[in-house]
């Protein structure tokens, strides 16, 4: 019984968003919502998205803490050659680990600009630190690279999203979690009530209620039942078939598992 | 002099995202980008946005962390009228406040929805801490609140965007950030030397440098100069438009402070 328990058990992850850029409101950001996804879809766990400034010691607390906490970390942004990016520093500051320019990260680079081009600024982007394992960067080359339970990749949405698509296969998940959702005309103080009794009787599904407005059709909401059990999810989500049906409200789209 | 400096400093703040429904990637999150822009017009220094599943015991821990740090907390989501709409609960909780049915919340719920309509889901949006004040909500009407310095308001982006305009004239800013860019057909790795002179000599303002591509122009960068002193930033533009000419790169667009 314990050991189905264990196995049960969803992995843990955060994401870390470094960059003045998104504070500032400039940049508005897009690289945690596609991991998000990802995540979801392998099984594990999102429990945290933090962002947060370019400042050494805030990213060295950030990635201590986090790292403690989860069994993931994803890091975005502050890996490029400029003197902003202190990133790899200080992921390599938060674990005491050596950092200088690697070998293998340098050939990279060599490859991909030719000794002529690759100057210091850009060679800032070889430092790597001792016994991380470097993510491969097949849009700009640049390599990211793994620390312990740390993954530090870049911020340009093409190469964070290219660098999720190479890590995927290697990211251990556990069960993945299915959604069923349902998009209707009614309002959300209307449901709430008996979506509560239907939310007590499914204690290994969870439930979400997110309101919209249409300039025609009117206020709505989207009702999301998930579960990592797919039985469960399934007479969660008649129960609210049902209680649609007895509120005699069309659903609009119905979203199933895949 | 000290005097001075004191009222330079802008206040900090932090934004706390609540919602399974931003961690299992089936929203993107804009009301922190949405807030991020009004923070920084009013010179408000956002240091940490943070997005925690709807679940108590992390919003208390979250609440009380940045409201011991931060001059201001803004949260969004979880005050609607669901099973799942816990964050009100969870603050009051945060700060040891009692928190009920008030008659104030509860009178403006009555006179939008009417006796009739007002069931007991929805009354649970009159549920506001002792000795909070109400955030006006000229959308869908069931109110925000203030508890000491942290700011409950909406999910829903039309309500928060309308609660923050309500806001803004009441929240202290400090001297705002402005900023000056450049964007460019240069790559990053070219420019990354002589800025970092550039930044050694402007000690009151920040550079960021952010890549990008276009189909058309290939590879570019904009250079982004930030401060809170006019004249600094001025002359650290006047730097990197200088750098800009010697490497014989055309600005495609420069953006001034306003």
């Known amino acids: 019984m314990t050991e189905s328990v264990i196995e049960d058990r969803q992995p843990t992850a955060a994401i870390l968003v470094i960059g003045d850029e998104i504070l500032s409101g400039r940049t508005q950001e897009g690289n945690a919502h596609f991991l998000a996804g990802v995540l979801t879809e392998i099984g594990v766990a999102l429990r945290q ?17 986090l790292s403690a906490q989860m069994d993931y970390v994803f890091t975005s942004g502050g890996i490029g050659p400029t003197h902003d990016d202190i990133t790899a520093d200080a992921v390599a500051a938060a674990f005491g680990a050596r950092i200088g320019v690697r070998d293998d990260a340098k050939r990279i680079l060599l490859d991909y600009y030719g000794p002529e081009n690759l ?9 790597i630190p001792d016994g991380a394992e470097l993510i491969r960067n ?30 995927r296969g ?25 979506l509560r009794e239907i939310d007590a009787r499914h204690p290994d599904v969870s439930f ?48 199933k598992p895949r």
């Open 138 to 167: 097949p849009v700009s080359h640049a390599p990211g690279f793994i620390l312990r339970n740390v993954h530090v990749m870049a911020g340009v949405p093409k190469i964070f999203q290219a660098m999720v698509e190479g890590l």
């Open 49 to 65: 998205i933090r962002c947060i400034p370019d400042d050494k010691d805030t990213i060295i607390a950030a990635v201590r803490e």
């Open 119 to 127: 100057n210091e600024a850009r060679l800032r982007m070889a430092r």
């Open 208 to 255: 979400g209620v997110y309101p919209y407005y249409r300039l025609e059709g009117g206020p709505g909401c989207t009702i999301v039942a998930r579960s990592t059990h797919p039985a469960d999810l399934a007479a969660a989500a008649q129960d609210v078939k049902a209680l649609l049906d007895d509120l005699d409200v069309r659903v609009v789209i119905e979203t």
């Open 170 to 194: 290697a990211l251990a998940g556990g069960k993945p979690t299915l959604s069923h959702s349902f998009q209707a005309y009614i309002v959300e103080g209307a449901v709430a009530a008996p």
